[in-house]
């Protein structure tokens, strides 16, 4: 039975071997490395293994002269992770869209001429919006106006109920005219947006060709 021995040794060896902290390797010339980390109370400690509690904290590689060659990054938490993956993400965007301006415009007057373009744009349907607003308005006057003939809003005793078509024709403009006053609302916001994203792009513009002289 003697021959089962080395055979258990060798497997909780192996199970051992598993959770054992981060050892020492060799350096590209050979030699062995060190450790260097701190503590959760910011004692620096050193050693040829990191304890596994401090191997998510991050640490430092020495060499077997002590020299720095490289550092063992900290884990970071699931928000640390977000917010560096957001940052990466402006940094590529802001990229693309220096190149959209450099490729797209060739002098400050070209964005301003179309600045001008767009913003015309936005005016005209604001215009046509507050147009229709002021339709609507009186409509809604000529309704209300028909409406306090019939009951409930006519004080006569003789009054007839107000017919279903008028309440309908109430109700409906009543609707469009909130529908419209929301679109001019939305019409005056594209327009103050549009016009501080083009300034941006303006004076980013401006940074870009200052830096390629």
Known sequence: MSWRLPLVVLGVLSALAGLAPVAATADNRGGSVSYRWTDEQGI?????RIPPQYAPRGATVLNNQGVEVRKLDAQKTPEQAAADALARESVVKQKQHDAFLMTTYGSVKDIEAVRDIRLDQVHGQMTAAAQYVDSLHARLGELQTRAKLF????????AHRMPDDLAEDLVHTLNELRTQNNI????????????????SDIER???????HN
């Open 151 to 158: 009951k409930p809003y006519s004080s006569r005793a003789d």
């Open 205 to 211: 513009f401006t940074e870009l060709r200052a830096g």
């Open 184 to 199: 001019v609302a939305s019409k005056t916001e594209e327009e103050s947006t549009m016009k501080a994203q083009f300034q």
């Open 44 to 48: 620096v400690h050193y050693g040829d």
